[in-house]
């Protein structure tokens, strides 16, 4: 389970940056990923923040099967964010779905959006403040502190983002991929700190 915390990130970017490099009227320095699940071939954007967001999902439950319940639990929850954004689309933005020339007022599924996605947010940074006390707690100090950043760095850049609006997207790209490399990072140290859950059993 802890092997999709791995995967979920550079899947997510991967595929997204595929889509954004091929729509036309996406621009990195005023759009979120997130736009692309608007107008023609809308779908493949839903379908890979959905499909990310179950690998997230797995890996929280990893998580929380290592032992670090805390963690796990927040990390499951920006997983299960990460559907429900991908059931309510964003709002327009100007330039983007092409033709798009100014603002649109704030609708019900952007607003949505926005709120499940604020709730992933802080979600994940809580998961790293939580395993990075537990990480503490068994001694390892430099996972530790790693956690601690990534947490306060994925923070600051999704509410920085927000509260910037198009001029504050560098730091919502910097919360995403922040949040999803500490995802990987932590799950390959929490496989190979803890024995398998199954362990025991097998040996049984």
Avoid: C, K
Avoid at 16 to 37: K, N, Q, W, Y
Avoid at 175 to 196: E, N
Wanted: aromatic share 10%; net charge neutral; glycine share 18%.
């Amino acid at each position: 389970m802890l092997g999709w915390g791995v995967v979920a990130g550079p899947f997510y970017l991967v595929v997204g940056l595929i889509l954004a490099v091929t729509r036309e009227g996406f621009d990195f320095s005023r759009h979120p990923l997130s736009v692309l699940m608007l107008g023609d071939g809308g779908w493949m954007q839903i379908t890979n923040l959905a499909l990310s967001g179950a690998m997230v999902l797995v890996a929280g439950i990893g998580l929380a099967r290592a032992g670090a319940r805390g963690a796990g639990i927040a990390v499951g929850i920006y997983g299960g964010a990460m559907i429900l954004s991908a059931v309510f689309p964003p709002d327009p933005m100007p330039g983007f779905p092409p033709g798009q020339e100014g603002a649109t007022e704030p609708g019900t599924s952007g607003i949505l959006h926005l709120a499940f996605g604020g709730i992933g947010f802080v979600a994940l940074a809580v998961g790293a403040f939580l395993l990075g006390r537990w990480f503490a707690r068994r001694g390892d100090r430099p996972f530790s502190v790693l956690s601690l950043v990534a947490g306060i760095v994925v923070l600051v850049g999704f509410l920085g983002g927000v509260a910037l609006g198009p001029a504050g997207m560098a730091l919502l790209w910097l919360a995403v991929v922040a949040g999803f490399a500490w995802l990987a990072a932590a799950s390959v140290r929490v496989y190979g700190t803890v024995p398998h859950p199954d362990t025991g059993r097998h040996a049984a």
